[in-house]
């Protein structure tokens, strides 16, 4: 597939791929996240049942300890680690760059509901939704919200601004209704005041671009035109958001 690897290796890229089923499963019902939560905690400190992770926890977890493995390898610069993923694995790569300072940018595809799209305008995948199909994935805590949407303590736009001050790319599909374009760049948008605070640029417009139009400062987002998922030319728009940021000098 042009993109990855071969061509972010000839653009100067390191390339390392995450089995994420093989940190934690996939499958409702065969997960082990208690496992991941208590090699986390401190030796003897627990949490209350509501509070423990779903498999999306678990798989930045582990994503942050390829990033400890990768501190040790003096063949990368572990000042420049960017992380990706599509769907459930971008709303991943969200919570892991949110958790972990150490990750210099995150590049999110298609994360929809529990990603980067509001929960508030209950559009397309909704929070009940998740809860009924993929309810291992989040916390028990989430399960509170699917009929209560609005009274939520936080939305998408939080979750963005904790990535803040380091470059974050959305990139979805106008197809893609169900992971909802338009939440996703709202929530960009609310976020924008964090990165400002900071100082860094936001997305500088409320104005929704067209697919194919991307839009590239701290904050980026563009459309492919098509349906959910990643397709060749996004990878393009990827590294051209990877050179503006984690070449030498550049940040």
Same mark, same amino acid.
Request: aromatic content about 8%.
């Given at each position: 597939?042009?993109?990855? @690897? ?10 390392? +791929? ?5 940190? /934690?499963?996939?499958? /409702? ?5 208690? %496992?991941?939560?208590? &090699? ?10 509501? =509070? ?35 769907? #459930? ?11 972990? @300072? ?15 799209? %509001?929960?508030? +305008? ?10 009924? #199909?993929?309810?291992? !994935? ?8 699917? =009929? *209560? ?7 998408? *736009?939080? &979750?963005?601004? &904790?990535?803040? @001050? +380091?470059?974050?790319?959305? !990139?979805?599909? =106008?197809?893609?209704?169900?992971? =909802? ?10 976020? /924008?005041?964090?990165? +400002?605070? %900071? ?10 671009? @067209? ?5 590239? *400062? ?5 459309? *492919? ?17 990877? /050179?503006?940021? &984690? ?5």
């Amino acid at each position: 597939m042009r993109g990855a @690897p071969a061509e972010l290796i000839s653009r100067g890229f390191g390339y390392a +791929r995450i089995i994420y089923n093989s940190i /934690e499963t996939d499958i /409702e019902g065969q997960t082990n996240v208690n %496992l991941a939560r208590k &090699l986390a905690l401190p030796p003897g400190q627990t949490a209350p049942a509501e =509070d423990e992770w779903g498999a999306i926890a678990a798989w930045a977890w582990g994503i942050s300890r390829v990033v400890d493995y990768l501190e040790t390898d003096s063949a990368v610069d572990s000042k420049r680690i960017a992380i990706t993923g599509v769907s #459930r694995l971008g709303k991943t790569v969200l919570w892991a760059g949110a958790n972990d @300072p150490r990750i210099a940018l995150v590049i999110a595809s298609c994360s929809g509901e529990g990603g980067a799209s %509001l929960s508030r +305008r209950n559009y397309g995948e909704t929070v009940k939704n998740l809860n009924t #199909r993929f309810g291992y !994935q989040f916390s028990a805590n989430y399960q509170k919200f699917g =009929d *209560h949407v609005d009274q939520m303590p936080v939305d998408a *736009h939080m &979750l963005l601004a &904790l990535i803040a @001050p +380091r470059p974050l790319y959305l !990139q979805t599909g =106008d197809e893609d209704k169900w992971s =909802d374009p338009k939440g996703e760049f709202l929530a960009a948008v609310a976020a /924008e005041p964090v990165y +400002r605070l %900071l100082g860094k640029q936001g997305l500088g417009t409320d104005e929704m671009p @067209p697919a194919g139009q991307p839009i590239m *400062h701290t904050i980026g987002y563009h459309m *492919h035109a098509g349906k959910h998922g990643t397709i060749p030319s996004d990878w393009d728009q990827y590294l051209k958001f990877m /050179e503006m940021h &984690l070449q030498p000098g550049k940040q």
